[in-house]
């Protein structure tokens, strides 16, 4: 896989099973530890898997015949001949890249590596791995989410918007990475750093934002701050991003009921851009439609057939939603429902006839 050569996943497992068994048997060393022959072979230019049996039987004879001299070998010479096959084995422009583009993952390579060295293998890999959950159970938590304000009143909106230049970067991004020009609509990030919930969902940021207050520094905004909302009165789209499970449920009910203070006339929520939802995430959506109900704005759930498959398509709350109308499958439609024209040609929308819907 390394080389880009295809191989039968199946067969490659199945065999690793056989020759773990056999070594575990006879007390050798698991054949998937043994990275310097495998290494070798590949720098030799090999390119059939007979270059590994050959390599087997070869260490092998050697082994037998040679076996009473290598025991005369001094340890320390053993061991810089195992290193230095180390070293060359490491991609040193893997590692420069990784740097220079990914300093936290570099980071990461790093600790795992010091561990390896100075612990055990198998506890550096551990750990490793271990981290690396972490970090992206708190991508997770992070809740990446849409927020878009829809209709003729958005015009205006934008034109009372005033953002630094160099926020601009944050604004919503399409699937191809460019900047969207209108700025009606934002990433989470933003609206997060906005109404102060970049940091609610973490003790330590917590405490940090505290020692940041008492040294005289500028906090976030506190939560429940009251502030002239620019969605007041108009209809928002909001798109969680990503999976929307159980890390990411208290971040999402936090914004839904920071959006439920500001008023919008209706809110459009749409699922097209979530990947997963679970029994937590569900629950989490639940209760913040249930907010935005008991405040008197109106709600559409978008719902693509893929989760339909699953928990959503099971949930009560959805199936009350769809009882009433209020489940669509493309955001076009529950934009237009929402009393709302949303036009494909350039990506805005305009007011219709004024059309509230009852949940």
């Known amino acids: 896989q390394k080389m880009d050569w295809g ?3 199946g067969r490659e497992t199945l065999g690793l099973v056989a020759a773990h068994t056999v070594c575990g048997v006879v007390g050798a060393m698991p054949p998937t530890g043994v990275f310097v022959r495998t290494s070798l072979n590949m720098q030799l230019g090999a390119t059939h898997k007979l270059s590994q049996i050959l390599n087997a039987i070869f260490v092998f004879l050697i082994s037998v015949v040679a076996m009473p001299v290598f025991s005369y070998l001094p340890q320390a010479s053993v061991a810089a001949l195992l290193v230095f096959a180390s070293v060359r084995m490491a ?3 893997y590692v420069r890249e990784l740097f220079a583009t990914d300093a936290i993952s570099c980071g990461l ?5 010091l561990i390896c060295v100075f612990m055990d293998p198998v506890y550096g890999l551990i750990i490793g791995m271990v981290i690396a959950l972490l970090r992206d159970a708190a991508e997770t938590a992070a809740a990446d989410a849409r927020l878009t ?5 958005a015009l205006k909106v934008e034109e009372e918007m005033e953002v630094p230049q160099q926020d601009i970067a944050e604004w919503d991004r399409d699937v191809s ?4 020009a209108s700025l009606r609509s934002m990433r989470s990030i933003r609206y997060d750093k906005d109404k102060g919930l970049s940091g609610r969902s973490s003790p330590l940021g917590f405490i940090f934002r505290l020692f940041k207050r008492l040294g005289g520094g500028k906090g976030g905004a506190p939560f429940d701050s009251e502030e002239t909302s620019s969605v007041s009165g108009v209809a928002v789209l909001y798109e969680p ?14 914004r839904m009921k920071t959006l439920v203070k500001e008023k919008p006339a209706r809110v459009v929520l749409s699922l097209e851009l979530a990947t997963r939802v679970d029994v937590d995430g569900s629950e989490a959506l639940a209760k913040g439609v249930r907010q935005m109900q008991n405040a008197g704005i109106d709600v ?14 099971r949930a009560s709350w959805v199936t009350a939603l769809r009882n009433k109308g209020h489940v669509h499958e493309h955001r076009k439609q529950a934009i237009k429902c929402a009393g709302e024209d949303f036009d494909d040609d350039d990506d805005s929308c305009i007011d219709e006839a004024p059309h509230q819907a009852t949940v």
């Open 7 to 9: 191989f039968d996943d």
């Open 91 to 93: 991609p040193a422009a």
């Open 109 to 113: 390579l790093i600790v795992t590596t």
């Open 149 to 153: 304000v829809v209709g003729e009143k």
């Open 177 to 180: 990475g460019q900047t969207l």
């Open 241 to 254: 991003i990503g999976p929307v499970v159980y890390l990411a449920a208290d971040k999402h009910i936090a």
């Open 300 to 313: 559409e759930v978008v719902l693509p057939p893929l989760l339909e498959e699953g928990v959503l398509g």
